[in-house]
């Protein structure tokens, strides 16, 4: 592959979508916004291919997994007849990807989402275990989050806001100015950041993604 | 005509275009940018290699279950977790310790992350000491994510656990795990939600956008570094409209319909 069909074209090409899509957001003309518009649905072509050749990748990974160590089976086996069903499902028996059907529905609400649902409960337990083992104040920034945790779930246990009632006002304050004011000045830096990265790639500046060989 | 209610956005694009030109106008032509002050957290990921070696454990790296993200205002998250990846594989390479990564589940992220990693092994002029089977892809879910890694940590031991970039609450298994089983922690995430357990779990933290300064500095790059100059003088600019918001409004200006423009 030339060495402008590798590095040059990406660039060039990027260039060109991002200001199409940059532009209509200052400076709306009917023109312009279809145009982003088809980009838009280009986009959501590309990933959808994108989504198919991981696809690919991921089973062929596995296979090689599976070749490198065969006790890895009893998970494949298990799995892969499990992926072979909800493709079914979801792409065959409704065809074209009708993934509303009953049968699909069932599958994600019955399987999937019972086993997410599992999942996003553990870390609760995991957090607590956490904070009693691995919770060490090494940093000024540590001793104030345990400070504001600690009067924070104080406020959210009704037998201490009846011994303390000050605490019910030390906790909100705690949600309402640092946690705010610090989650907003965090939003803002990744927000610049982005807008900084957008322009180093317009700029065709930004060869993380594509010098790899 | 530009749009209403977007005058503010455009004036702080056209701030930064000309920040982002000037710093990274700079870079190009070899002069002296701002300088990003030693983070402990850089440091101790030598300490933590060094350590691993020590105890006969691997390091492990992983930039979260869906730390591969280039398509939204996180993929600067992912950049910076990149350059630290390979920082951390070219002091593997050159102390010679093993190391594990961990795959996000976004497929683009595959052949990105075995790049960066085959590449500065070829750097440090040691480019047998890449391992496929050292890169774990464990799927497009945290569910299989966090087990799987928190399974490697006990079946083959951690020395140092890396964990930068986008974390969600795939997060808290493997700090946990890595704990007990003895690993150094070193991360952080500039997601302020998830930051409280970075600063809970972690012996050594990277808070919020310390994440991009440290990106910065360990990629050799000064354009990198540029960024975060630029990324500066936009702060600048939002704590100058925060300041003289605060002003105007207690002079009672209605500050809603200036901000509406």
């Known amino acids: 592959m030339s060495e402008f069909v590798r590095r040059e074209l990406p660039l060039v090409l990027i260039f060109i979508c991002g200001i199409a899509v940059l532009v209509p957001f200052f400076f709306p003309h009917p023109f312009l916004n279809a145009v982003k518009a088809e980009l838009g649905n280009w986009a959501v072509i590309i990933r959808n291919v994108t989504i198919f050749l991981g696809l690919i990748y991921m089973s062929f990974s596995q296979w090689r997994s599976l070749q490198r160590d065969k006790s890895m089976g009893g998970y494949i086996y298990f799995v892969a007849p499990y992926l072979a069903l909800v493709l079914f499902v979801g792409t ?90 610090g989650g907003r000045g965090a939003t803002i830096a990744v927000g610049l950041a982005a807008i900084v990265v957008g322009l180093r790639t317009l700029a065709g500046r930004e060869v993380t993604t594509i010098e790899v060989r | 005509m530009i749009r209403t209610g977007t005058y503010w956005d455009f004036i702080l694009l056209v701030l930064m275009i000309a920040a982002v030109y000037y ?148 997060c808290v298994m493997p700090l946990e795990a890595s704990k007990i089983y003895g690993g150094l922690n070193v991360g952080g995430t500039a997601r302020w939600i998830m930051a409280y357990a970075f600063a809970m779990m972690t012996d050594y933290l990277l808070l919020g956008e310390e994440l991009y300064a440290a990106g910065a500095a360990v990629s050799d790059n000064p354009v990198m570094v540029s960024g975060i100059a630029s990324e500066e003088i936009g702060k600048y600019f939002v704590l100058l409209l925060l300041i003289v ?11 809603g319909s200036i901000f509406a423009m």
């Open chain 2, 245 to 255: 918001g605060l002003v105007l409004m207690a002079v009672g200006v209605n500050m």
């Open chain 1, 92 to 181: 065959a028996l409704a065809f074209p990807g009708y993934i509303n059907s009953a049968q699909y529905q069932w599958l994600y609400q019955n399987v999937y989402r019972a086993q997410v649902s599992m999942y996003v409960s553990l870390p609760l337990f995991y957090c607590y275990s956490a904070a009693y083992r691995a919770f060490t104040v090494r940093s000024i920034e540590a001793f104030a989050l345990m400070l504001g945790g600690m009067l924070y779930t104080l406020r959210q246990i009704p037998l201490f806001t009846y011994l303390f009632p000050v605490l019910l006002p030390i906790g909100e304050w705690i949600m309402l100015v640092p946690n705010v004011g």
């Open chain 2, 23 to 170: 710093y990274m106008d700079k870079a190009l032509k070899g002069k002296e940018l701002p300088r990003i002050r030693t983070i402990p957290a850089v440091e101790a990921i030598y300490e933590g290699v060094g350590r691993s070696i020590e105890l006969d454990k691997p390091v492990h790296f992983a930039m979260g279950a869906s730390g591969g993200q280039l398509h939204t205002s996180l993929v600067s998250m992912t950049l910076a977790a990149l350059m630290i990846l390979r920082h951390t594989v070219k002091l593997c390479a050159r102390l010679g310790s093993r190391l594990i990564i961990h795959i996000p589940g976004q497929t683009e992220a595959i052949p990105l992350v075995e790049g960066i990693a085959r590449d500065a092994y070829l750097e440090e002029g040691k480019p047998e000491m890449l391992r496929r089977d050292d890169m774990r892809y464990h799927g497009y879910a945290s569910t299989s994510f966090t087990q799987a890694v928190a399974g490697t940590y006990a079946r083959e031991g951690v020395g140092l656990n890396v964990m930068v970039g986008i974390w969600y609450t795939d």
